[in-house]
């Protein structure tokens, strides 16, 4: 605290209240209701703090350990694997395993401390006097006497490094497959070990699901905690019998998590599987995080809004657009417009692109679409604000969405015009514009030929229908604080009941893949749709 010049510290144990009434159900003591307010914002205290530290009890002992945890740490050794032997990668390897296993590492609590601490989170790690020179040499380990601090993002992520390169050598040995095993599993980076269309919820549940805890139903906070979930499951409020993985299960889902719900040729019941098996499976894994931004993170907010139960499946609410024309951005027959000034910035560059964008379409009489992405341009949304931390979510999504299309337009991509639907005679004008010359899936006809711009008839067509929402974060929700996350959705869906539905029905989708769009939906309110229970549900009650 001295080097850092702090004056106050906190620790869990002794400024959150632990002794409380042993009451099951229930309690209106004070004493209690604080404490579990506490519980239920601690990761607040630790993604707000500035200095967020973690005490390592396992020291560093001798020179040749400094040594390779430095030689870790700044990517030497990875560079230089093929040239080290077995036995100094096995060192190495034990060296790790040795610092994961403190206990730091294998309680859900300090999970939470890790997860939301980040990238600020500090790894103290003593060591003797007499590595006090070295240490100093190195440069890397701060100049706190007799401690190596060490970022704990840095330390995951060279550890991750070094063991996927470990791995990925062709003579892989039982003793070596352990530690990797051991090291990925405690301390593996999210963005190393986990591809960037796919969710982090499932690995998250997955790690605090292996840590110990005294109560394990305080993992229901921990995970409403690390996911930012602003709907929290009550344990006390329960009847019996109670599940513990079915409350998460159901907390995950009220809170918009997307699970595939297409019928999959797997036929065995979700009560067959653990609930890190069954989420592992289940969860969908085709996110298309925008090129400006962090992947993992974007995938993050990718859920539903305002999700109700029913007996069929998940109801949520959003805009439902009929999909139409498909344009072919490589024939453009009108000239892009010419630059005002050179050299142009990226954000003219897009105003051009989108202009050019804009007149296309009113040749092709699209002239609603045309008409918002022009009052799109004249207001500026296309350049972000001076400020980022005043910018709206919805100016920040749009503004994204729009880099997008651009980058779409310049490959020369196919784009597909949306209309909310109506299932009334009239249809709405297009107000929506999606790219659909998507890597993710191949676009096919009905009769499996590809889709250049309209080149199959009327009679061969069948309604396709995309689907999205979102609403921005909440703060302050319940009193909890600003544990939250902007909510955005956008889907390709099936809609399989079409034909049979009465006015009345609610849609029953199914997803088909993540869809990249332009939405503008002014004074379209949103209609509830519902997305049938995955067919593993349905095999429960068999």
């Not at 110990?212 to 690390?226: E, F, P, Q, T, Y």
């Not at 910035?345 to 009113?362: C, F, N």
């Not at 939250?484 to 609610?506: G, T, Y």
Request: charged letters at 30%; glycine letters at 4%.
């Amino acid at each position: 605290m001295r080097a850092k010049g702090l004056h106050r510290l906190w620790i869990d144990r002794h400024c959150v209240k632990q002794r409380t009434c042993k009451t099951k159900g229930i309690c209106t003591h004070n004493r209690c209701k604080e404490k579990q307010r506490a519980i239920e914002t601690m990761d607040l205290v630790y993604s707000l703090s500035k200095h967020p530290v973690a005490l390592l009890g396992r020291p560093i002992e001798w020179e040749y350990e400094l040594d390779l945890l430095y030689k870790i740490l700044t990517g030497k050794l990875v560079k230089e694997l093929k040239q080290t032997n077995h036995y100094e990668v096995l060192q190495a390897l034990s060296l790790l395993s040795r610092i994961t296993e403190d206990r730091w590492w294998t309680r859900a609590w300090t999970f939470q401390e890790d997860y939301r601490g980040r990238p600020d989170m500090t790894l103290l790690i003593r060591h003797p006097q007499f590595l006090e020179a070295k240490k100093r040499d190195y440069k890397i380990f701060s100049n706190v006497p007799n401690e190596l601090c060490i970022k704990a993002v840095c330390f995951s992520k060279a550890s991750t490094k070094f063991c996927r390169a470990v791995q990925d050598e062709s003579t892989q040995r039982d003793d070596v497959s352990h530690h990797t095993k051991h090291i990925l599993g405690v301390a593996g980076k999210y963005t190393l070990l986990l591809d960037r269309t796919m969710p982090m919820t499932p690995k998250v549940i997955a790690d605090i699901q292996r840590r110990r805890l005294r109560d394990a139903w305080d993992k229901l906070a921990i995970i409403a905690n690390c996911c930012q979930y602003d709907i929290r499951m009550d344990h006390k409020h329960m009847k019996e019998p109670k599940s513990l993985s079915i409350s998460i299960l159901a907390m995950c889902i009220l809170n918009g998590e997307i699970l595939l719900n297409e019928s999959r040729e797997d036929r065995s019941s979700m009560l067959e599987k653990t609930l890190s098996q069954f989420l592992e499976e289940q969860a969908f894994k085709g996110f298309c995080a925008p090129e400006s931004q962090r992947d993992l993170t974007f995938n993050k907010g990718c859920r539903f809004v305002g999700v109700e139960f029913t007996p069929i499946g998940i109801k949520t609410k959003g805009h439902l657009w009929k999909l139409g024309r498909i344009i072919d951005t490589s024939r453009f027959r009108l000239p892009l417009p010419e630059a005002k000034k050179k050299p142009y910035s990226v954000a003219e560059d897009e105003q051009r692109r989108l202009t050019h964008l804009a007149g296309e379409l009113r040749r092709l009489h699209e002239t609603t679409l045309a008409m918002h992405i022009e009052r799109f341009l004249n207001n500026g949304h296309t350049a972000p604000d001076e400020n980022f931390e005043n910018e709206t979510f919805s100016r920040w999504y749009m503004r994204i969405m729009a880099e997008e299309l651009v980058a779409a337009i310049e490959k020369g991509k196919l784009l597909r015009l949306g209309r909310i639907w109506n299932p009334q005679t009239n249809e709405n004008p297009c107000s929506a514009i999606f790219i659909w010359d998507a890597d993710v899936t191949k676009n096919t006809d009905i009769k499996g030929k590809p889709y250049r711009c309209n080149n199959y008839s009327k009679r061969d067509r069948r309604p396709e229908f995309a689907f999205t929402a979102s609403r921005p974060l909440q703060r302050g929700f319940q009193k909890r604080g600003t544990n939250d996350l902007d909510h955005h959705v956008s889907l390709e869906v099936k809609w399989l009941s079409l034909r049979d539905k009465s006015p009345n029905d609610q849609p029953q989708l199914f997803i088909k893949r993540w869809l990249v769009g332009l939405c503008f939906f002014y004074d379209f309110p949103r209609t509830d749709v519902v997305f049938p229970w995955p067919s593993s549900f349905h095999r429960v009650g068999h």
